[in-house]
C-alpha cells in the first residue's frame, strides 16, 4: 500500500490502526496536513478524541492543526482544559474564558485562577469564596486574597477553623480580636506533651507561654523530665520546669543514687536534697557526704554521727 492509499485509509476511517500505520512517515504526516487543510475536501467526521489523537501523535504544523480542530469541538471544562494547556497566545486565552463560562466547582476556578490575571483571576477568587466549604479551600482564597481582602477572608476562613492546626494559622496571621479568639481555641485543645514542646520551640510570643503552661500540666515520669532537663537548649523556663516537676517526684534512695550519677549542676544538687529525704543508713548518708558540699555535707555528717 502506498504512502497515499494509507493517508486515504486514514482520513476515510480516522482510527488508532489506521494513523499508527503513516505516524512515523514525515511524507504520510505533510499529506495529511494539506488535505486536512483543503476547504473543499470533505472530512469524516473527526472527534474531539479523534483529533486530541491525532494531536498527541503528530507534530509541527499537524499538530497545531489538531489542536485548533480540538477547539471547534470542545465543549466542556476538561477539553478546555487540555487545549489550554497545550496551547499558547490567542488560543491559551480563549481557553480560559470557555472555562470561566463552564466552571462550576472550587477547583475549577481554583484552575483558572492559577492560570490567569487580570479581571478573570479576581473573577475565580470571587467565585471561589462563594463555593469554599472547607477550611482549606477558605485558606487558599485568604492565601491568594488582594491586601484589603485579606482582614476579611481570614474571619471567613477562622469560622470553619477546628483543629490545632487550623487555629494556629489563624492566631499566625491574625491580630486584635481575631488572634484573642485563636489563642483560647489553641489553649483548649488536648493535645500530649510532645506537641506543646514542639509549639514551644517554634514560638516565641504568648504561645510559647501558652506551650509552658501546658506542659507543666501534662503527667510525665521521672525520667521524661530528666530528659527534658537535660535537653532543654539552655532554655531557663524548661530547666526550671523541670526541675520543679522533678523535685515533686517520690523514690527511694537506690532511684536518687542511680540518677546521681549522670546529673550534673542544679540537677545533682537537687537529687541529692532529694536523696537526704530518704536517707537513713549510715552508708546512705556517708555516700551523700562524699558527692556534697556546705550545708548538705554538714546536714550528712551529722547524721553519719547519729548513727555510728
Known sequence: MTTQEKVRLFLNNPTKESFEKIQNCELSLLLIYQKLNDKSLVLPSFTFEDWKYIYLNSAGELAALALQKMSELAKTFEEWKYIQHNSAGELKILALQKMSELAKTFEEWKYIQFNSSGELKILALQKMSELAKTFEERKHIHVYSLVESKTLALEKTSELA???????????NSAGKLKTLALQKISECKMPFDNWKLLYDNSSDELRKLALQKMSKCKRSL?????????????????????????????????????HEDASGKLEK????????VAKTFEEWEYIYNHSSDKMKTLAFQNMNKLI
Not at 537537687?270 to 529525704?277: D, F, G, H, N, Q
Open 223 to 259: 525520667e521524661e523530665w530528666i530528659s527534658l532537663y537535660d535537653n532543654n537548649d539552655d532554655s531557663v523556663e524548661l530547666e526550671i520546669l523541670a526541675l520543679e516537676k522533678i523535685s515533686k517526684c517520690k523514690r527511694i534512695f537506690d532511684d536518687w543514687k542511680y540518677i
Open 162 to 172: 477546628k483543629t490545632f492546626k487550623e487555629w494556629k494559622y489563624i492566631h499566625d
Open 270 to 277: 537537687l537529687i541529692l536534697e532529694k536523696m537526704s529525704k
